[in-house]
């Protein structure tokens, strides 16, 4: 925290306005924030199911704000972290910044585990949202159905 009182954090600020500045670093970043809010698209769905619950609306509300906080905490913690730790030569994605090391690698690997298991939370409404404009029911047992789902995986 020293860093944020010690004038880092205006040299970081003043970096990001000056004309010189990496605007590319800020996408870059910007790329890798992104992935915490890769599922918003299923509310509906998160949200129909809950439709027994005695507190439909309030359960739901919620659960999104906890989440939402949280993912948004989570970055902004190792945003603010990794920029304490490595000034303005911080890169886009910070991991980029540390040398190789058992303890790195698994972090990787652990955003490449991200990545895949939510892959499905990105699916399902993307085929969903072909299947009905294309006027297929959404019905596994119909033969379109599991044509789509299978030319639309092999596609992606």
Known sequence: ASWLLGG???QFANTLSSSGADTMAVFHA?????????????????MAELHRHP?????????SILSFSTAFIAYSLFAVVGFGRFNSE???NVLLNYEASFSVLVV????????????????????????????IPAEPSYAPWR??????????
């Not at 507190?55 to 659960?63: D, H, K, L, N, T």
Request: aromatic share 12%; proline share 3%; net charge positive.
């Open 8 to 10: 880092h954090f205006w």
């Open 30 to 46: 910007t790329s890798v924030i992104i992935c915490s809010y890769a599922a918003h698209q299923n509310a509906a769905d998160l």
């Open 55 to 63: 507190r439909q609306w309030s359960a739901f509300s919620e659960a």
């Open 90 to 92: 911080v890169k886009g």
């Open 108 to 135: 990787w690997l652990s955003m490449g585990t991200m990545l895949v298991v939510s892959f499905p939370l990105q699916f399902k409404p993307a085929r969903d949202a072909v299947a009905y404009g294309l006027g």
């Open 147 to 156: 044509v789509l789902s299978m030319v639309l995986m092999i596609a992606t």
